[in-house]
């Protein structure tokens, strides 16, 4: 199991996903970022990627 705590990458927020491997902590987490943090799927670089898979934690 991998784990993401989107405060990790976004100071303040509190949610965090787990999901069997790091597809699907994207699948919840994309939809969390768009919705509660405004980012668009343009702005999902590769840079941002890089911290995010950095901030997963295997559970
Ligand atoms: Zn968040």
Redo the contacts with the bound molecule.
Sequence with gaps: MKRFA??DI?PG?D?VFSAADEDGIFAQAAP??AS??GITADQITPELMDRFRAAMVTV
Excluded: P, R, T, W
Aim: hydrophobic fraction near 35%; charge should be negative.
């Design positions: 989107c405060g976004i927020c949610a969390h970022a509660e943090h």
